[in-house]
């Protein structure tokens, strides 16, 4: 019987040609056996992989400004004052809080700090922008007003029967562009310039609309932040007869969304805490924290 000659040569060539015809594609896809298509890669994940310890995120100069209270209390309690109590959580990697609670005949000083780590479950979205879709919900549930620009005032002839305008409101002999409210009054026919939560007919819980303490969006505080400020005068709002107000500043920074609140109640008798004091001091607070994650 005759035999066929063997040329190894021949076999090294057709193992070459058969991986060449079987590559995985470009360089840095991956491709579907079946079908030949590529698949993306996942969104990159968030900057920050773990929290701060809350109850430590807050110096003690700072708790001295914003719990003056303390100062006249025992060393052992002061201290326990500044310790604050954390918030219980089970994940300590995604969220995480502390509270302080401070009392004086003038009246209560609430602070609480939270911090929220967002991490997106779907591969195609990542964590950034998980998180700008979590703030900006914030943003809205918020009800910022508008900014003064986007309704033009136009000039018109005064009404000899019209009365002055009320300080922070606009000015006699002008109005809103067609479809405003009249001068002086809000779409619910309360003062012109009161943020949301303000009650109607109540004086404006974040003082006069020309001192810049209206609640609003911030810059310069991480990607994006804002602050919110809502009153509850006196004999309103179950708060005992007593004014309280109640500053909330929230900013995100990259995966991270940072929430500060600070609420005062004064006593029965007395008048809402001020706008300015209390915003100044959430303000500097948030700017040490978002310090914090830049280092």
């Not at 035999?3 to 991956?30: F, H, Q, T």
Request: charged share 20%; glycine share 12%; proline share 10%.
């Amino acid at each position: 019987m005759q035999r066929k000659a063997y040329v190894p040569g021949l076999a090294l060539l057709v193992a070459l040609a058969s991986g060449c015809s079987s590559g995985s594609g470009p360089a840095g896809s991956s491709a579907d056996a079946k079908g030949g298509t590529t698949r993306a890669a996942p969104a990159p994940p968030g900057k920050y992989r773990t929290l701060p310890e809350p109850c430590h995120a807050v110096s003690k100069s700072v708790l001295k400004d914003m719990l003056p209270g303390a100062a006249s209390l025992a060393d052992a309690d002061a201290a326990k004052e500044y310790a604050g109590v954390a918030d219980l959580t089970y994940d300590t990697d995604r969220r995480v809080g502390c509270r302080w609670k401070d009392e004086t005949p003038e009246g209560v000083r609430r602070l609480s700090v939270d911090f929220e780590r967002v991490v997106s479950y779907d591969p195609a979205v990542s964590d950034d922008d998980q998180t700008k879709e979590l703030y900006g919900k914030k943003e809205t549930a918020a009800n910022l007003p508008a900014p003064a620009s986007s309704a033009p005032a136009v000039p018109v002839s005064p009404s000899p029967s019209a009365t002055p305008s009320p300080a922070g409101s606009p000015a006699t002999g002008t109005r809103a562009a067609s479809g405003a409210p009249a001068p002086g009054t809000s779409p619910s026919g309360g003062p012109s310039g009161a943020p949301a939560g303000a009650t109607p007919g109540a004086p404006n819980p974040s003082g006069s609309a020309d001192t810049g303490l209206q609640p609003r969006r911030l810059s310069g505080l991480g990607d994006a932040a804002f602050l919110n400020d809502v009153a509850s005068p006196a004999g309103t709002g179950g708060a005992t007869g007593a004014g309280q107000r109640t500053v909330t500043v929230i900013f995100r920074t990259s995966n991270v969304i940072v929430t500060i609140e600070y609420a005062a109640q004064a006593m029965a008798a007395a008048a809402v805490p001020d706008s300015k004091e209390l915003q100044g001091q959430a303000q500097a607070l948030a700017g040490r924290l978002v310090e914090q994650f830049s280092e």
